[in-house]
T-cell receptor, first 114, second 114 residues
Framework: DAGITQSPRHKVTETGTPVTLRCHQT?????MYWYRQDPGHGLRLIHY???????DKGEVSDGYSVSRSKTEDFLLTLESATSSQTSVYFC?????????????FGSGTRLTVV | AQSVSQHNHHVILSEAASLELGCNYS??????LFWYVQYPGQHLQLLLK??????LVKGIKGFEAEFIKSKFSFNLRKPSVQWSDTAEYFC????????????FGTGTLLAVQP
C-alpha cells in the first residue's frame, strides 16, 4: 500500500554488524508492528508500538530493538546481526481507533546475514 | 494468549475446484478474525474479516469465511478457484488486551494448477 514504505527493500549484511530497517507511514496510524516471516513459522511479532515513544516486545524480540520518535517512523535495529536473523521483515500499521480494520502491511525487507 | 492453527500447510487444486482452508483459534469470548493473502513476492493483503454479526463473511475475489463459535473455527472458502488464487493464506486472530496485536497462523500455501 502506498501509505507504508519500508526501506531498504533488500539488504545483505555481515554477521556482527548493526542493521536498521525503516518503516515510514503516511496514514497517521497509532499502532505499528514489526514482524518477521520465515517458512513454517508464518509471521512472528518482534516489537510493536502503540504511540510515540511507546513500544513493547513481541514474541521474538531477542537481538532486536526499536524506536519511534514520531508517529510516521518506526525503526527496527538488529544490534549485532546473526545468520538466524536472515528473514523477510514486514512492518504493519493499524488505526485501531477507527474500529480496528486489521493491519495494512508494507512491502517487506528481505534481509540476508552472511 | 490466543493462538491460531492452520491445519493445511500445502494444498494443491485444479482450476474450478472448491477450496476450504481450516483455521482454529484457541479460546473464545469476543474475537476479531482475519484472513490475509500473500501473492508470490508480495506483501500480505486483507481478504476478509469478522468482528461481529453475520457469521458468514464475504471478502474480495469471491472468498468467504464462516465463523463457528462452538468450534472456535473460521474457515476460508471459495467455490471455484482460479490459477490466480495461487498464494499463501494466513489466518489471524486479534489478541486481547491493550496491544491489539494480531496472532497469525503458520500459513497455507495454495497451488492452483491450470
Amino acid at each position: 500500500d502506498a501509505g507504508i514504505t519500508q526501506s531498504p527493500r533488500h539488504k545483505v549484511t555481515e554477521t556482527g554488524t548493526p542493521v536498521t530497517l525503516r518503516c515510514h507511514q503516511t496514514e497517521n496510524h497509532r499502532y505499528m508492528y514489526w514482524y518477521r516471516q520465515d517458512p513454517g513459522h508464518g509471521l512472528r511479532l518482534i516489537h510493536y508500538s502503540y504511540g510515540v515513544k511507546d513500544t513493547d516486545k513481541g514474541e521474538v524480540s531477542d537481538g532486536y530493538s526499536v524506536s519511534r520518535s514520531k508517529t510516521e517512523d518506526f525503526l527496527l535495529t538488529l544490534e549485532s546481526a546473526t545468520s538466524s536473523q536472515t528473514s523477510v521483515y514486514f512492518c504493519a500499521t493499524e488505526n485501531f481507533k477507527a474500529g480496528g480494520h486489521g493491519y495494512t502491511f508494507g512491502s517487506g525487507t528481505r534481509l540476508t546475514v552472511v | 494468549a490466543q493462538s491460531v492453527s492452520q491445519h493445511n500447510h500445502h494444498v494443491i487444486l485444479s482450476e474450478a475446484a472448491s477450496l476450504e482452508l481450516g483455521c482454529n483459534y484457541s479460546y473464545g469470548g469476543t474475537v476479531n478474525l482475519f484472513w490475509y493473502v500473500q501473492y508470490p513476492g508480495q506483501h500480505l493483503q486483507l481478504l476478509l474479516k469478522y468482528f461481529s454479526g453475520d457469521p458468514l463473511v464475504k471478502g474480495i475475489k469471491g472468498f468467504e469465511a464462516e465463523f463457528i463459535k462452538s468450534k472456535f473455527s473460521f474457515n476460508l472458502r471459495k467455490p471455484s478457484v482460479q490459477w490466480s488464487d495461487t498464494a499463501e493464506y494466513f489466518c489471524a486472530v486479534r489478541d486481547g488486551g491493550a496491544t491489539n496485536k494480531l496472532i497469525f497462523g503458520t500459513g497455507t500455501l495454495l497451488a492452483v494448477q491450470p
